[in-house]
């Protein structure tokens, strides 16, 4: 299914579109499990030659004839319908391509490339990202709206959220292996880890909205807030903010500790027995002893942690192989930005 070919005189067909839906979806479902088991990838975007699945609907899919042909010549070409709507189709041509990219930051994170050659790639795979999400249909785009809207498509809603938080996450990715390779910090940092964790608590404060996906939160939260919320709880063990963050004024000490007990607050409500229950447990304690020092040990004057008691938090969530590459891990990343 990896090699399916692409000849300019492709005509779609139900079975032809299927194998290169079923790739695609294969394709992003390994790059979640390589970054949430640790383990290395078996699937590589180097050999991965089946062109993404034509942005069709699945009743033109079944119809084929002349009802294929007129959705065909309806998309434009990149292959996305003009129409503005969203097909199953739609949001696995979007997933795998940002998957596409994440394939590439993990070849470079777990490789030993020079320096300044890690560094060029990861600059370019930032700007193609930025790039690629350019070129997404604007009916894909998270209109953070949409979710008070009674009347909205939760299905929807989910899926331009799930969206946002991979686009975010490989920018996530993209920083942490930059200060692994000697870049300096610059705020990209902790900007992307307070938009992970503040998207991904919109399935804690409207869970009931978003219950038919209740199974999914165990590794929503896991796999974009708690490596993020491992940034967010750095930024209080070393501040680097003064009053608020230069490109989001709305990320103050305030701020990243008001959404920190929201993050404590959804993990603790992920039942121990679930799957990553465990996990959820371990994350919550020590952002929760995090919070407790930061408050506690604050002096009069309002100033946060002595130098004497920073030593003695230390941010290991054991998280098994979740944090098996070392350039995933919050406290070592953090300690190679400082000492830069």
């Given at each position: ?29 390994e ?5 949430f ?80 050659v ?43 959220l799930?969206?946002q ?51 999914d939160?165990?590794w ?53 027995s679930r799957p ?27 100033l ?5 008691e920073?030593?003695n938090?230390?941010l290991?969530f ?23």
């Open positions: 299914m990896h090699a399916e070919s692409n000849s300019p005189s492709y005509e779609p067909t139900l079975a032809s579109e299927s194998r290169r839906r079923l790739f695609a979806q294969l394709f992003v479902g790059k979640d499990g390589v970054l088991t640790g383990r290395p990838p078996r699937l590589s975007h180097r050999y991965a030659f089946t062109p993404l699945p034509l942005d069709l609907r699945d009743e033109d899919l079944l119809a084929g004839g002349e009802a294929l042909e007129r959705a065909v010549a309806g998309l434009d070409e990149n292959g996305w319908n003009t129409g503005g709507k969203i097909y199953s189709a739609t949001v696995t041509r979007a997933r795998c391509i940002v998957a596409m990219i994440r394939d590439e930051l993990v070849e470079i994170g777990i490789g030993k490339p020079r320096q300044k890690a560094s060029t790639l990861l600059r370019d795979l930032k700007e193609r990202q930025l790039e690629a999400v350019k070129e997404f249909p604007s009916s894909l785009a998270y209109n953070p709206s949409e979710i008070l809207d009674p009347d909205s498509n939760v299905n929807l809603i989910f899926a331009r799930l969206l938080l991979e686009q975010l996450q490989n920018l996530f990715f993209v920083e942490r292996l930059l200060l692994k390779h000697g870049e300096l910090d610059e705020g990209a940092m902790l900007l992307i880890s307070f938009q992970l964790v503040s998207l991904t608590l919109l399935f804690w404060t409207h869970k009931d909205r978003f219950a038919p996906f209740r199974n939160f165990e929503l939260v896991m796999a974009f807030a708690t490596p993020s919320g491992g940034i967010l709880c750095m930024e209080l063990l070393n501040p680097t903010l003064k009053g608020s963050h230069p490109k989001d004024p709305s990320i103050t000490r305030s701020n990243i500790i008001q959404q920190l007990s929201l993050l404590i607050a959804f993990l603790e409500w992920i039942d121990p990553n229950g465990d996990m959820c447990v371990t994350a919550s304690a020590v952002m929760r002893r995090v919070l407790d020092h930061v408050l506690n040990t604050a002096n009069e004057e309002g946060s942690w002595r130098p004497e920073r030593d938090v230390q290991d054991s998280l098994e192989l979740f944090d098996t590459f070392d350039w995933m891990r919050y406290d070592a990343v953090a300690n190679q930005g400082l000492d830069g």
